[in-house]
């Protein structure tokens, strides 16, 4: 299996390329910089495995939930990768991602959603791979709660910007937290490689990023009212 991935869900974004189990992955340094580095550095991993487009079984992307711009960003580069090459994609949530790089095997992943919020979801590990429990959603800190069955493992960058602001209940159910942890493009070529063979691809055309969200930005007197200045 052969698979090319992309996440810029974050400013820590990442580009990966999986062959028959060995992956080696780019870190894209300079969130202002991902739009200008995405292309030459995935040309630079096809070129230094020396492996054409058209060779690979599919392309994965980092699907969300995520800041707007590197959600789009991923799934256009991917769709024009792919159109050209006729090839399948593989949207993969970011968060389920994220939870590849959890301990144990319930795993609750929190990011930083900006405005205020997070983006969560919680998943059980069975055979090596996230099986959802609770889908992605987006809410403020404060109302964050964990499935109600046994202890879990956080993972995400909302525990870092939000610790404070987390119900205590949350926290206690939590064996442990990683909070400097973000999804990255190895994971989600793992996540689009199962995709490939579950038979999961979608057509170019029909690979969509996935908001949760749909409001992008605050008016004056909401930032206010989350205690942000004007």
Sequence with gaps: MKILSIETSCE?????LL?????VERRLEGHSNHSERL???LKTLLAEAGLALVALDAIAFGAGPGAF???RLACGVTQGLAMGADLGVAPVCSLEALALQGAGDSIYVAT????GEVYSAAYRM???????VVPPGCCAPELMTLPAEGKWFGIGSAFAAYGDRIPPAVLEGLEAAERDAVPRAADVALLGARLARDGGLVAAELAAPLYVRDKV?????ERLARGGRA
């Excluded at 062959?19 to 992956?23: A, M, P, S, V, Y």
């Excluded at 069975?126 to 959802?132: N, T």
């Design 69 to 71: 711009t590197g959600l």
């Design 112 to 115: 930083d959603a900006r405005m």
């Design 12 to 16: 820590h974004a990442s580009v990966a």
């Design 126 to 132: 069975r055979d090596g791979f996230p099986l959802e």
């Design 217 to 221: 930005a605050l008016t004056t007197a």
């Design 39 to 41: 292309l030459p550095t």
């Design 19 to 23: 062959i028959d189990g060995e992956t």
